[in-house]
């Protein structure tokens, strides 16, 4: 049977997930009569409640007697680290882009890798059914991008498919009134466009993993595309390492894929996606190659993390009321656990101490990592955000990232002040009749804690956007930190309306009558740039005097409701986000009153020296 590989690209939310859908149901991979969740490649609980890939996923289908091995990439930044090796699994790409949005800096981002990787690009203008369309000014921007990046002269002449794949509709005409249902124009095109892979399956077996998965049976497995050869489900191979070294071990199982299934088989041939166990510590990158014949392919290169944050076992009066796994051992070993199959996290733990720096490739992929935890039974703490920063020839540097805003005019001149304060550097700006769309260079920190205030500004309208750069000489200034303060309790017990009552005016509280408060725990926000010790626990005094109804009645506003994210933006270096399956907590890291206000106290006259 003959093979094509191709991957889905994508910026975030342009549609990639729909369309593997309209793929998978027009190939007919389910039976008629089965019932199928939409988005059906999102498996993972988040991804379905947030709309967006976390994961690369691969599926295959069978067109026209042709084996399509077919790869779901994630769109956001934070997780590009799946997109590049995934590169190296494929022949070619198929590059969804928004007729509205047009391209974006994710769009870029992917385009770019599988240009370097020579990978032969069909571009899908999805969603041209919106009113707002703009399929031919898209189609241009799509073709000066793939000349600002260089692309082989060939590929200028690039194949388009127009479809919704929201409606499952697709054909070759620019013209909306062409639709038609199905996907039939994409599939025929990925088999006269995709070049089929290399299919020597006499020589010596080369394979190489360029994704990771994990169970507890097997350990590592992993998942990439045979390189040339044949590998056989029992037989002994060699891996060669990440180190040099060569280690021999026994192929226990082999699946091959299937629809959403991935299947037991005996043998895969050159040019197939496979999955491989019997080898725990299996790495991205690794040749495995018949024993005695070692020859290694190219290694793969793991994009570096960019954000880290320090986790720790939960050190509240209140630990241990919800979660079942508290303990120091239980946390490190799913923390472990997850560094087996996402090779662009990093854990190292701090000596002596009950605490980890858990590294990654930015705020939303550690924030999940967080939540799949929670979720999960356990109870821990963490740190505000902060970017890894880099020596380069005796330079101290730190990340930058391209920012790619689109925002109703309106709101613009408020948030080119607040990137102006965050250290942004505007770099284009251009307006349609009521939209406004600005590019920005702009430290990584400069985005930490931006999300709340941006959505807040543009009244929930604005779309940000925004990937890697590179390292440029770190600014000698405070960027991204929080301004206001916080209020902060100063007692233990329930907290009461009345207390809370006689708190509203010095700032916007964060719980509602009748929760459980602990000392250092942070109960609102200050509406000054002080931290206030603050008693949301105190009862009104009862006197055996009448008081008429009006005096008994206190109406208070509502509570600002965080978030998992939104308490990680809110932070700064002294405070800690309390993590348990039914709550999320802000607090103090010095929960003790005085205590930290002699140590507040001590770090301000040394700022001041």
């Known amino acids: 049977m003959d093979i094509r590989n191709v991957a889905i690209i994508a910026h975030v939310d342009h549609g990639k997930t729909t369309l593997v859908d309209k793929l998978l149901r027009d190939s007919h991979t389910f039976r008629d009569n089965q019932v199928v969740a939409e988005r059906v490649m999102d498996s993972n609980a988040l991804e379905r409640e ?8 691969n599926t295959a289908i069978t067109w026209k007697n042709t084996k399509i091995n077919v790869l779901d990439t994630p769109g956001h930044a934070d997780f590009s680290g799946e997109v590049e090796r995934i590169m190296k699994m494929v022949d070619g790409v198929v590059l969804v882009v928004d007729a509205y949005e047009g391209t974006m800096p994710q769009t870029r981002f992917v385009l770019k890798k599988a240009f370097e990787s020579h990978l032969k690009p ?7 059914d919106k009113p707002s369309a703009r399929i031919l000014e898209v189609i241009d921007e799509v073709l000066e991008l793939f000349i600002d990046l260089g692309c082989d002269e060939d590929d200028l002449d690039f194949p388009v498919v127009y479809a919704s794949a929201m409606n499952n ?14 996907m039939d124009p994409l599939l025929d095109m990925i088999l006269e466009k995709i070049p089929a892979p290399s299919m020597d399956k006499e020589a010596p077996l080369q394979f190489q993993p360029a994704l990771l998965d994990y169970t507890d049976f097997t350990g590592r497995i992993g998942i990439g595309r045979i390189n040339r050869g044949t590998i056989k489900s029992g037989e002994v191979v060699s891996c060669m390492r990440l180190d040099g070294s060569i280690k021999q071990f026994r192929i226990q199982k082999l699946y091959g894929f ?4 991935r299947i037991e088989i005996q043998e895969g041939y050159a040019g197939d996606i496979v999955a491989v166990t019997g080898l725990g510590d299996i790495s991205v990158g690794e040749t495995i190659c018949p024993v005695g014949k070692e020859e290694a392919l190219e290694m793969i290169s793991i994009s570096e993390p960019t954000v880290q944050m320090t986790f720790g076992t939960n050190t509240s009066p209140f630990c241990g009321r919800d979660g079942k796994l508290v303990t120091a051992s239980k946390i490190e070993e799913r923390l472990f656990r997850e560094v087996q199959k996402d090779v662009s996290l990093r854990v190292n733990r701090i000596n002596n101490l009950e605490e980890w720096i858990v590294s990654g490739r ?11 935890m929670r979720r999960e039974g356990y109870e821990f703490q963490v740190s505000r955000p902060r970017v890894i920063m880099k020596e380069i020839d005796g330079v101290m540097c730190e990340p930058y990232e391209e920012c790619v805003i689109d925002l109703p005019s309106d709101t613009a001149g408020s948030i080119i002040e607040m990137m102006g304060n965050r250290k942004g550097q505007l770099v284009t700006m251009s307006n349609t009749e009521t939209q406004t769309r600005l590019v920005y260079n702009i430290p990584s920190r400069g985005l930490i804690g931006f999300n709340t205030n941006f959505m807040t500004l543009t009244g929930g309208y604005g779309i940000i956007s925004h990937s890697f750069l590179d390292y440029r ?16 309790s100063m007692a233990q017990g329930q907290s009461t309306a009345y207390s809370i009552g006689a708190l509203e005016d010095r700032g916007s509280m964060f719980i509602a009558p009748g929760e459980d408060i602990y000392e250092g725990m942070i109960v609102g926000e200050c509406n000054k740039d002080m931290d206030l010790a603050v008693n949301v626990v105190k009862a009104k005094q009862q006197t055996n005097t009448r008081s008429s109804n009006k005096d008994m009645t206190v109406v208070l506003k509502k509570p600002r409701v965080l978030t998992l994210e939104n308490c990680l933006e809110f932070i700064n270096e002294d405070e800690l986000v309390e993590v348990t399956p039914e709550h999320i907590r802000l607090r103090k890291k010095i929960l003790d009153t005085v205590e930290r206000k002699k140590f ?3 770090k301000r006259a040394e700022n001041e020296a």
């Open 50 to 57: 947030r709309g967006i890939t976390i994961l690369a996923k």
């Open 122 to 128: 069909i571009v899908v203008i999805n969603k041209v």
């Open 169 to 182: 509709t697709s054909s070759l005409d620019p013209d909306a009134s062409t639709q038609k249902p199905g």
């Open 258 to 261: 299937q629809g959403l299934n």
């Open 362 to 372: 930015g705020e939303l992929h550690l924030g999940i990592l967080i939540e799949n």
């Open 473 to 488: 000489p770190m600014e000698k200034v405070n960027v991204g930190e929080r301004t206001t303060g916080v209020l902060v």
């Open 600 to 602: 507040d106290a001590k």
